[in-house]
């Protein structure tokens, strides 16, 4: 057992980190499938090639996904679950920042697997988290602040795609300034 367990505030600093996290997870993941055209195009990539480059590049994203749950498990047992779940945040988010300036294929099908496998990470650590801190009586609410609080990254997604239109650069990195 946990020596914060029993904490019945839904709005303490893990449920709020878990949140945010989880925010910019689904932002990424919305976001990149709205840009992910525009921004191959943006490369050189032919319109031939956008189909299999797109799949080739979601392919790179979760196979980062698949090892990293499974690194971040281990780690996260190992290690301290908040320690882990703050470098996965930064990992995910240095490699979505990085994926702004890519000049090729290469650089662009490695920075999405190393967000894939930050952006793995965070949900399963956060949420264990959140259920650890948690009394049994309100973890339902925490967990329910993060997946909340999540969704809101698909409508920013959204509306930075379609504020933007076109602008995929900025689009990826506007979060972080």
Wanted: aromatic share 10%.
């Amino acid at each position: 057992m946990s020596k914060h367990e029993g904490i019945k505030n839904p709005l303490n600093i893990i449920v709020i980190v878990a949140a945010l996290g989880y925010f910019v997870d689904i932002y990424d993941l919305i976001l990149f499938g709205i840009v992910r055209v525009p921004s191959l195009k943006g490369i050189g990539i032919s319109d031939a090639m956008l189909l299999p480059e797109g799949i080739f590049l979601l392919n790179m994203q979760m196979a980062g996904m698949l090892i990293g749950g499974i690194i971040w498990g281990i780690m996260g047992d190992k290690r301290g679950r908040l320690p882990v779940l703050f470098f996965t945040i930064a990992l995910y988010s240095m490699a979505n920042i990085a994926n702004g300036f890519v000049q090729n294929m290469e650089q662009y099908a490695i920075l999405r697997f190393i967000a894939g496998v930050g952006l793995s990470g965070e949900l399963g650590i956060g949420i264990t988290l959140v259920s650890e801190v948690m009394s049994k009586e309100s973890r339902g609410y925490g967990t329910a602040i993060v997946s909340g609080i999540g969704i809101f990254g698909a409508v920013l997604g959204f509306l930075v795609a379609d504020f933007l239109t076109g602008e995929w650069l900025t689009g990826l990195v506007v979060v972080w300034e």
